[in-house]
């Protein structure tokens, strides 16, 4: 007998299925009405995925022209690039023109540098409007309370914990790797 056949078979674990869940970016996808665009970032956030903006990018490239998911409106989700303002971030020439002709076909202008104001084209979904002010400033809660940003919870805990103008640790701490 072999070695090979002693030893017992390793049976290889079953990766999960890692596309399942684009169903529900495009869910989302679909929503979006002509002549309005969202990010990537807002896709990821309705879909229930808040920090997979990056993941509604390799979906969205994924799809084909014909199947199961070819109604998906892909031309209307950009890349963010301010507070206020979106862009295709699709980086063939060719695919980001057929983007922008199938945008400006549907009423949405693009200024000189290639934006897109969110505020006059942009699409929130119906989960509380997050406009450049509110994003900022924290979320809408249920109700109408304004949860802090993560920013100011950050400050409010450093607050609590150190004197104002001083570091943990003194003055004279030093940082890891730096000479005296």
């Given at each position: 007998?072999?070695?090979?056949?002693t030893?017992?078979?390793r049976s290889?674990?079953?990766l999960?299925?890692?596309?399942?869940?684009?169903?529900?970016?495009?869910r989302?996808?679909?929503?979006?009405?002509?002549?309005?665009v969202?990010?990537?970032?807002?896709v990821?956030?309705?879909?229930?995925?808040?920090?997979?903006?990056?993941?509604v990018?390799?979906?969205?490239?994924?799809?084909?022209?014909?199947?199961?998911?070819a109604d998906?409106p892909?031309?209307?989700v950009?890349a963010?690039?301010?507070?206020?303002?979106?862009?295709i971030?699709?980086?063939?020439?060719?695919?980001?023109?057929?983007?922008?002709?199938?945008?400006?076909?549907?009423?949405?202008v693009?200024?000189?540098?290639?934006?897109?104001?969110?505020?006059?084209?942009?699409?929130?979904?119906?989960?509380?409007?997050?406009?450049?002010?509110?994003?900022h400033a924290?979320?809408?809660?249920?109700?109408?309370?304004?949860?802090?940003?993560?920013?100011?919870?950050?400050?409010a805990a450093?607050?609590?914990?150190?004197p104002?103008?001083?570091?943990?640790?003194?003055?004279?701490?030093?940082?890891?790797?730096r000479?005296?």
């Amino acid at each position: 007998m072999t070695a090979a056949a002693t030893k017992p078979r390793r049976s290889t674990a079953r990766l999960p299925d890692t596309v399942s869940w684009w169903t529900e970016f495009y869910r989302v996808v679909r929503r979006i009405p002509p002549g309005r665009v969202t990010t990537y970032g807002v896709v990821a956030l309705l879909a229930g995925r808040p920090r997979a903006a990056r993941h509604v990018g390799f979906a969205l490239a994924a799809l084909k022209e014909s199947g199961p998911n070819a109604d998906v409106p892909w031309q209307r989700v950009l890349a963010s690039r301010s507070r206020s303002r979106a862009a295709i971030s699709i980086k063939d020439p060719v695919g980001g023109a057929v983007q922008r002709m199938l945008l400006e076909a549907e009423g949405v202008v693009f200024d000189a540098r290639g934006g897109v104001p969110l505020d006059r084209f942009g699409w929130w979904g119906r989960a509380a409007k997050k406009t450049p002010e509110s994003s900022h400033a924290g979320a809408v809660a249920p109700g109408g309370l304004t949860a802090p940003s993560t920013t100011a919870r950050r400050r409010a805990a450093s607050a609590d914990r150190t004197p104002a103008g001083t570091r943990p640790g003194g003055s004279a701490a030093r940082r890891p790797g730096r000479r005296s």
